[in-house]
């Protein structure tokens, strides 16, 4: 069993569709193991995205994840990693396969509605920026 993170980021809970999207992400066969709504800070949302920080749209990113509550999550399954990147779909909404998160509910390119680890390396250490193992219950 792998673990990976996930965030609905704010236009997601800005439209209510927390549930509507997790339950997309249950039916992929994931299990969501840890759960928490928070509001990132600007300082909280730039060293969470610092691996993006020589990037044009750092900055606007960062302002963006700061709009609203987020909703930070542990999932759990078989190639969970892989497997909730498929459920997202492109980071381009535009680009998304039909019936991926991004391609019903994302907004635009930038307000793209979810965030997921890219590796089992970078998982580990999204999950623990916002988790401990205390919070996670299998």
Known sequence: MERTLSILKPDITRRNLT???NE???KS???IIAQRRLRLSLEEAQKFYA???ERSFFNDLCAFM???PIVAQVLEGENAVANYRNVMGATNPANADEGTIRREFAESIEANSVHGS???ENAAIEIAFFFSE???VG
């Open 66 to 68: 700061t709009t609203g």
């Open 134 to 136: 205390l919070d996670i």
């Open 29 to 31: 066969g994931l299990r």
């Open 24 to 26: 997309k992400i249950e």
């Open 51 to 53: 691996v993006h920080k």
């Open 19 to 21: 549930g509507a999207v």
């Open 118 to 120: 890219d590796s089992q």
